[in-house]
């Protein structure tokens, strides 16, 4: 158990929906990221927050956001759901931001779009 | 640009083998840091080891080791005496720092079945 947890484990809706996704990180942890693993992309890091502040994007689509609340925990939001944002959505947390934090990954939620 | 290649898709050996994964890696940072997770069945990702760049140090625990080479780009993942419990996915990741944030950069994955 890497301590942090996600929730909800399993997410079943349809297209043009809108979702979302939470994360507590590890208890003293101020680093979050967002992970998406679909088949065809395999893992890409989508957005990274520091201590509440947005501190990296990376292939993230302009239909997505999220944020980090003052307790520290997240919510990645996914609107305008398409067939292809089915995937396994991970978050990640680490104590600081920098080469040498670890990443510990959360159990992951799924999502499906019908 | 950063990138991280696992050439190996799937690996399958039987129990007690030896098995080596692959993970080749591009960057033009002179500091990085390479990583490698697990992903068993139940999906969640497993940190394993994290190795920086100036350390080439080979790196042993238990039946897993690492083999660094700075020269070639690459950071290898030995598992000696496999067992079934090994079976999973492997994921080699690149650490890449830029404007006070990090990313990972992860390679597509080795799936390796340990037969019985």
């Known amino acids: 158990d890497s301590g942090v947890t996600q929730t909800p484990k399993h997410l079943i809706t349809a297209t043009g929906q809108r979702v979302t996704l939470r994360c507590s990180p590890r208890s003293g942890d101020l680093s979050v990221y967002w992970y998406q693993q679909s088949l065809d992309q395999g893992l890409q890091f989508l957005i990274q927050y ?65 | ?4 290649t696992q050439a190996q898709t799937e690996i399958s050996v039987v129990e007690k083998e030896d098995v080596t994964l692959d993970c080749v890696y591009e960057t033009r940072d002179t500091t990085y840091y390479l990583f490698w997770y ?14 920086n760049s100036f350390d080439e140090q080979n790196e042993i625990s238990g039946r897993y080791s690492w083999n660094f080479q700075k020269s070639t780009s690459s950071f290898n993942f030995t598992i000696t005496a496999s067992q079934v419990v090994d079976s999973a996915v492997y994921f080699c990741a690149l650490a890449n720092f830029y404007q ?12 390796l079945t340990i037969n019985p």
């Open chain 2, 38 to 51: 697990k992903q068993p069945p139940s999906g969640e990702l497993v940190f394993l080891i994290r190795r």
């Open chain 2, 100 to 111: 006070g944030a990090q990313k990972l950069v992860f390679g597509q994955g080795t799936r």
């Open chain 1, 50 to 114: 520091y201590n509440g502040e947005e501190r990296a994007k990376g292939n993230i689509l302009e239909r997505f956001s999220a944020q980090q609340f003052p307790d520290l925990h997240s919510e990645l939001n996914l609107s305008s759901l398409e067939l292809g944002d089915s995937a396994l959505y991970f978050c990640a947390s680490s104590l600081r931001t920098g080469y040498d934090n670890e990443q510990f990954f959360g159990p992951g939620t799924r999502l499906t779009v019908l």
């Open chain 2, 1 to 4: 640009a950063q990138k991280v």
